[in-house]
């Protein structure tokens, strides 16, 4: 059983910054791909952000490049999202997740192609 606690989101001003973060349980954290997605009210569930096992290999949402850095310590079983430049647009709720990956660099994109997955984190952007 793997189990993903997410924390740090919160309310801020637009322009503002936060890091997200998600802490692993359960299973050997270095053998999984880990995600960052987020969920709008009335919205399907979109990616954000990737990384590799080893956290050398990442991926990002046209959204979010640019303002968005995800990172990993494998020594903490931690994953993070950290933002910067957030606008209205970034409220939602975001959810971390995990996947069994093979290779090392390999990542994921799909909401699908998760095994596990966090309660959700809100994100709230005001103007």
């Known amino acids: 059983q793997v189990q993903l606690v997410e924390s740090g989101g919160g309310l801020v001003q637009a322009g503002d910054s936060l890091r997200l973060s998600c802490v692993v349980a359960?299973?050997?954290?270095?053998?999984?791909?880990m995600g960052w997605f987020r969920q709008a009210p009335g919205k399907e569930r979109e990616f954000v952000a990737a990384i590799s096992r080893g956290g050398g290999t990442t991926a990002y949402a046209d959204s979010a490049k640019g303002r968005f850095t995800i990172s990993r310590d494998n020594a903490k079983n931690t994953v993070y999202l950290q933002m910067h430049s957030l606008r209205p647009g970034d409220t939602a709720v975001y959810y971390c997740?995990?996947?069994?990956?093979?290779?090392?660099?390999?990542?994921?994109?799909?909401?699908?192609?998760?095994?596990?997955w966090g309660q959700g984190s809100q994100v709230t952007v005001s103007s």
């Open positions: 359960g299973r050997t954290f270095s053998g999984y791909a």
């Open positions: 997740a995990a996947v069994a990956v093979d290779l090392i660099f390999a990542l994921r994109r799909g909401v699908y192609e998760y095994e596990y």
